[in-house]
């Protein structure tokens, strides 16, 4: 078992930039991939980013890429998502997810944090 939960949301102007960090406790964080997924209001879950086990590899959405960079710390146990150039369609709640092989299908992973809402102002 795995908790994850999410912290560093909140209000930020267009162009801004936000550090979320996803703390993992339970069984050792680093036999897990890790992810970033958002929801918009009235909108599907979707992938944001998402790093291996190892760190070696890192996966971004193209809406993402070259604006936002996931990274992990082992021996932390945490997970972090700097954000940067934000956008006001990047405005959601933030969550982060863990599963053994990295994925971007939501459906697929096993472990789920509570959510940081994130809104971007204009």
């Known amino acids: 078992q795995v908790q994850l939960v999410e912290s560093g949301g909140g209000l930020v102007q267009a162009g801004g930039s936000l550090r979320l960090s996803c703390a993992a406790s339970g069984r050792t964080s680093s036999s897990y991939a890790m992810a970033w997924f958002r929801q918009a209001l009235g909108k599907e879950r979707e992938f944001v980013a998402a790093?291996?086990?190892?760190?070696?590899?890192?996966y971004y959405a193209d809406s993402v890429k070259g604006r936002f960079t996931i990274s992990r710390d082992s021996a932390k146990n945490t997970v972090y998502l700097q954000m940067n150039s934000l956008k006001p369609e990047d405005t959601a709640v933030y969550y982060c997810a863990a599963r053994r092989v990295v994925t971007t299908t939501p459906g697929e992973y096993d472990y789920w944090g509570q959510g940081t809402q994130v809104t971007v102002s204009s």
């Open positions: 790093i291996t086990r190892s760190g070696a590899s890192t």
